[in-house]
């Protein structure tokens, strides 16, 4: 990235950070909330810090806005984050659950993981991609965008070898109020992986990223018990009656 780019990035941030008055406990060092800006780029950097400060995001700048706003309403004893990428949505809801785990495969992404949640007791992080077989993978890479990383979908040629763990192992005898997957494409192995703990997660929600099998996960839950909605496009919400 280009020194302008850096300074534009550094210059907007100082714009936000001037035009919001937050309580003076919760203020980061502005000196070293630019240097993160530069490194880990503006868009996540300013999503998981406003909700480490608090900050109310308003309409249009909320990641994933009705997925979001539906998740503010849940509260619970464990959430599952499943392909926590750098923890924004293990950072939101931590106030929300007495417990959250985050898991994360890509060792530079859990890097960022395990920093944004260093303050908070009740977030565990856990490096390893959740899939159908407790055992290794390879994970194809993608150059453009971190959160892109699939053990199914070939980003790229680069493949490193990470973890795998089923949600069978990871929970073992847990119950999970709410399971949030964002896989890109692997969300098939994720759900085969949890065949034998389905009577113990409440709630899924789901990125779907082939659009064209809607039906067939719909069914799929269904089978399971799961009354199913769709929050967005290509997001849906699967929760039990009982």
């Known amino acids: 990235m280009s020194k302008i780019m850096h ?10 950070l001037k035009s919001i008055t937050f309580p ?3 203020l980061v060092g502005r000196r070293k909330a630019l240097q993160m800006l530069v490194n880990d780029g503006l868009y996540h950097f300013l999503l998981i810090k406003r909700v480490n400060l608090g ?3 308003k309409s249009g700048l909320i990641h994933e806005e009705a997925v979001t706003n539906l998740f503010k309403t849940i509260h619970g004893n464990l959430f ?13 809801l931590s106030p929300n659950f007495k417990r959250v785990f985050a898991v994360e495969c890509h060792p530079e992404n859990m890097r960022k993981l395990m920093e ?13 991609a959740v899939s159908d077989i407790d055992g290794v993978a390879d994970l194809y890479l993608s150059g453009a965008n971190v959160g892109t990383h699939s053990l ?7 493949t490193i070898r990470v973890k795998t763990i089923t949600l069978t192992s990871l929970l073992k005898e847990k119950v999970a109020d709410l399971v949030k997957v964002d896989v890109e494409g692997a969300e098939w192995r ?3 992986g949890a065949e034998n703990v389905m009577g113990n997660i409440k ?3 789901i990125e779907l990223h082939d659009l064209t099998r809607k039906s067939e996960l719909e069914s799929l839950l269904k089978s399971y018990g799961y009354n199913v909605r769709w929050v967005d496009a290509n997001h849906t919400f699967a929760f039990s009656s009982c």
């Open 7 to 16: 300074s534009l990035y550094a210059f907007l941030l100082w714009i936000l």
């Open 24 to 26: 003076r406990r919760l």
């Open 55 to 57: 900050v109310n995001p």
């Open 80 to 92: 599952v984050d499943v392909g926590a990428r750098w923890g924004y949505y293990s950072v939101l």
């Open 116 to 128: 944004y949640t260093s303050d908070l007791k009740n977030v565990e992080c856990f490096e390893c």
């Open 152 to 158: 199914v979908r070939k980003m790229s040629d680069t």
């Open 190 to 192: 994720v759900l085969k």
């Open 203 to 205: 709630r899924w929600l």
